[in-house]
């Protein structure tokens, strides 16, 4: 296992000579040059790698982080340093938790039968009937969750091409594709929350769960709508989507089928995964 090394971003930190400079503007760019970058530095002393994005990137710190970790910690000797450099303390503490042996365990709850997972992670690699895309009324692919699964998807253009006759919808409104190659995934929901309007988000919770039901969706995995580049905050966000699902399942009652049966909030750092958590009282 290669050595990670967690530096600070300052002007006037020093560059090594003996270190490899490697530095990505874009989730493709980082892709493509990992491949080579595990072989060349097989000889090298050590590896810095700048995790200083631009002001809206297309990705984030800690999947960016993940994917280098995963790309280079077998290919290099165990004693190869990999100098980690980040802008803020905040970003390096989001990306420790992607370092091999931290505990990512899900925290669980349950709500009138529904079983509610709060998971630190990426959205497209997990194991569920239908993810929700937070995108916007013209439903066009770009950053955040809608990024990641733009590149996830093994044919982003047809689904692209798929949204754009489906668009525009309404703000809080839900519609369906199917998952364009995702392998451990059934149907993507696209609900328009770009907005972070805490009503939007409301009704889109709300959408969200009736399309469950519509689709005997079993297990529906979400991030938080309406929180990161939409501005609403995680405790109100949290609170939105308990409220939606307190009120669906109440709703269903115990005496029919459940849909859906389980629910997983995907998040990606640790501020947000315990305001949920505590919110669900999930342990």
Not at 166 to 178: F, K, N, Y
Not at 248 to 256: I, K, R, Y
Request: aromatic content about 8%; charged content about 20%.
């Amino acid at each position: 296992m290669a050595i990670f090394d967690f530096v600070i971003f300052s002007p006037d930190l020093p560059c090594d000579e003996e270190f490899d400079i490697f530095e990505f503007e874009c989730m493709e760019e980082l892709e493509e040059a990992l491949l080579s970058l595990a072989e060349t530095a097989k000889n090298a002393t050590g590896i810095q790698v700048l995790f200083l994005p631009p002001a809206r990137p297309p990705f984030t710190i800690p999947d960016a982080f993940a994917q280098v970790v995963k790309a280079l910690n077998d290919k290099l000797p165990s004693e190869t340093i990999v100098r980690c450099v980040f802008r803020t303390a905040e970003a390096a503490g989001y990306a420790a938790r992607h370092l091999p042996g931290n505990d990512l365990t899900p925290k669980k709850a349950t709500m009138n039968g529904v079983d509610v997972f709060i998971i630190l992670g990426d959205i497209t690699q997990v194991c569920a009937d239908a993810i929700v895309n937070a995108s916007n009324t013209q439903l066009h692919l770009g950053s955040g969750v809608s990024g990641a699964i733009k590149r996830a998807v093994a044919n982003p253009g047809g689904l692209q091409a798929t949204l754009t006759r489906l668009a525009p919808i309404a703000s809080g409104e839900v519609v369906v594709t199917h998952s364009f190659g995702l392998p451990t995934i059934g149907k993507i929901f696209h609900a328009a929350t770009a907005s972070g309007d805490e009503t939007t988000i409301r009704t889109a919770a709300k959408n969200i769960f009736t399309a469950c039901r519509t689709w005997e969706i079993r297990h529906v995995a979400m991030p938080a709508i309406g929180c990161g580049t939409g501005g609403l905050s995680s405790k109100d966000g949290a609170a939105i989507i308990y409220e939606a699902l307190q009120s669906h399942s109440t709703m269903v009652g115990m005496d029919q089928n459940m849909f859906p049966e389980t629910l997983s909030i995907v998040l990606y750092d640790d501020i947000s995964a315990q305001i949920f958590a505590e919110k669900f009282g999930a342990q």
